[in-house]
């Protein structure tokens, strides 16, 4: 087959063009939103609530288009593919992510600093949340925000009330940001740049932490720094406070109803004690109501943690227990990365399963013995 010759070079060609159409066609079908009648009422209600004027919202919402990839992206998978801690924690303690963050740190020293005196929040667990949700900014999504956001607002009734909200929230943040609405990216569900924002986040979290008058998700990994230590904090993050701790199980313990009680911190140390669950150190840290964690992973023992009010502040980033551990354990492999000056250091503790490990991370705040040698700093531009 290989040494057919080509005879009708232009009849390829022409079959090229309509495969190149076809893909073209399916990835970005354009819709015309805007001769819909909800489509309408969504445009005189958002205008009406906001003192908006209509035509500008006829215009971007007539140059948005319907993106079929975005509903295939935010469809539950048909068949649940079984949950693996390991796989997913794998993702994130990556080689990429703990070289990135300590290179970010280096960078941001003082910026992530600053941000830790004003909210409380320390930088390895900025930069965690920076390393899961983009690699540091490498990755913010391709997906133009508008077209993402009215797809996802009038063509998937199932979260149809949440994306509307965030569509009206990005034209309010182009309108104070005196920006088009179409030149936001980001992800297939409408979370924006460095620090992966949804609209109605930036709007109420987000800050100008490098002081040049505006927020700018899009290149300034210092708005990024300031607005996700802004967001932890107004969602509880209290500094100096234990986030996690990992626990076993007393046998014959029964986790289920600590576990079915919830993501939010409720369960007080002595009915932790009292359903069996034991500290891997001397005693639990005394530090209010938890939540009991269990990690999951097919073929392996299950971890357990408990998890305080600063593991429930990372998991109003995202709601998942997988997410807020993960972006916890990146910090904490960033943390002794840095005060050792090693990235060596880092990698060997992240490439051990936190099974095998003495100590739980964060049970206590290890003492700063050793002073580091610091690698000389590159030479600011
Ligand atoms: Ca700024």
């Known amino acids: 087959m290989r040494s057919r010759t080509i005879k009708n070079p232009g009849s390829l060609f022409l079959l090229g063009a309509v495969f190149l159409a076809l893909i073209l066609g ?48 935010i469809k539950p998978p048909e068949k649940r593919g079984v949950r ?8 994130f303690l990556s080689h990429t992510h703990i070289e990135g963050g300590l290179q970010a740190w280096a960078q941001y020293e003082n910026e992530l600093r600053r941000a830790e005196q004003q909210y409380g929040v320390p930088p390895e667990i900025i930069l965690g949340i920076l390393g899961v949700e983009t690699i540091y900014g490498r ?27 965030e569509l009206e929230s990005l034209f309010l943040l182009a309108r104070d940001q005196k920006r088009d609405p179409a030149s936001y990216s980001g992800s297939f569900a409408g979370a924006i740049g460095w620090p992966q924002f949804l609209p ?8 100008d932490f490098d002081g040049d008058g505006k927020i700018d998700f899009d290149s300034n990994a210092v ?21 996690a701790v990992r626990v076993r199980l007393a046998p014959g313990a029964n986790p289920a109803p600590l576990i079915e009680a919830g993501i939010e911190p409720s369960l007080s140390e002595a ?26 992973t097919p073929g392996a023992d299950t971890e357990y943690w408990v998890g305080y009010r600063n593991f429930y502040a990372i998991t109003r980033y995202n709601r998942s227990n997988f997410y807020a551990m993960a972006v916890f354990q990146l910090a904490d ?22 099974a095998t490990r003495k100590a739980a991370p964060g049970a206590k705040p290890k003492p700063k013995a050793v002073p580091h040698k610091k690698k000389p700093h590159k030479a600011k531009k």
Do not use: C, M
């Not at 391709?142 to 009734?157: C, G, H, N, Q, R």
């Not at 109605?200 to 800050?207: L, P, Q, T, W």
């Open 26 to 73: 399916s990835a970005r079908a354009h819709a015309d939103f805007t001769t819909r009648e909800d489509v309408s009422a969504f445009i005189e209600e958002i205008a009406a609530r906001n003192g908006l004027d209509t035509a500008p919202l006829y215009v971007a919402l007539s140059r948005a288009e319907h993106i079929p990839r975005v509903i295939d992206l």
């Open 84 to 91: 693996s801690w390991h796989r997913y924690r794998s993702r």
């Open 139 to 165: 990755n913010t999504g391709k997906f133009e925000t508008l077209s993402a956001l009215a797809t996802l607002a009038f063509d998937y009734p199932p979260r149809a009330e949440l994306f509307r909200g």
């Open 200 to 207: 109605s986040s930036i709007r109420r979290f987000a800050v």
């Open 223 to 243: 708005d990024a720094i300031g607005s996700i230590a802004n967001y932890l904090h107004e969602h509880g993050w209290t500094a100096g406070k234990p986030v």
């Open 271 to 296: 009915q932790l004690l009292e359903a069996g669950i034991r500290p891997l150190t001397a005693s639990l840290p005394a530090a209010g109501d938890a939540t009991l964690i269990d990690l999951e």
């Open 333 to 354: 492999t960033l943390r002794i990365g840095h005060a050792s000056g090693s990235i060596k250091a880092a990698k060997a503790k992240s490439a051990k399963p936190a």
